[in-house]
C-alpha cells in the first residue's frame, strides 16, 4: 500500500477524523477508538503488544469525548496528535491509519454498525 493522505479533516464536534487518500479513498475513524489506539509503546502496554490494536474500541459507546488539539503530519510518512488529555507522543504511520480504516470500513459492512460520530 503505497497511498498517502491528501487531506485530514478534524471533526472534534462530530467526534471523528476523516481522511482522503491519494487513491480517492474517503474514510473515517472515531476519536475515542483512535485515542485508545494510539501506536506509542505507553498506550500499547509495552514492547512486547507494539502493533496489536483493539479494533472493536472504534464501535464502542464512548466513555469519554477525545479532542484533538493539533494534528501535524511529520515527514511523508505520519501524523502526529496532540490529545485533549495531554498525550502526544503516539505517531501514527500512514499505513497504520490506512490498515485501521480499512479495517473499520471492512468490520463495519459485515455487522451494519456505524462508525461512532
Known amino acids: 500500500m503505497n497511498a498517502t493522505i491528501?487531506?485530514?479533516?478534524?471533526?472534534?464536534?462530530?467526534q471523528v477524523i476523516e481522511?482522503?487518500?491519494?487513491?480517492?479513498l474517503q474514510t473515517k475513524?472515531?476519536?475515542?477508538?483512535?485515542?485508545?489506539n494510539c501506536p506509542c509503546v505507553e498506550c500499547r502496554g509495552g514492547h512486547d503488544r507494539m502493533g496489536t490494536y483493539e479494533l472493536?474500541?472504534?464501535?464502542?459507546?464512548?466513555v469519554r469525548e477525545y479532542?484533538?488539539?493539533?494534528a501535524e503530519v511529520v515527514g511523508n510518512h505520519a501524523l502526529k496528535i496532540h490529545w485533549d488529555d495531554g498525550h502526544t507522543t503516539?505517531?501514527?504511520?500512514?499505513?497504520?491509519?490506512r490498515s485501521l480504516c480499512e479495517a473499520v470500513e471492512e468490520a463495519r459492512g459485515k455487522s451494519g454498525e456505524d462508525v461512532q460520530g
Open 19 to 24: 481522511f482522503v487518500w491519494s487513491d480517492g
Open 29 to 36: 475513524l472515531p476519536l475515542f477508538g483512535l485515542r485508545k
Open 6 to 14: 491528501r487531506s485530514i479533516d478534524v471533526g472534534n464536534s462530530e
Open 67 to 70: 479532542r484533538i488539539l493539533k
Open 56 to 62: 472493536q474500541l472504534f464501535f464502542v459507546d464512548p
Open 90 to 97: 503516539g505517531m501514527y504511520r500512514w499505513e497504520l491509519l
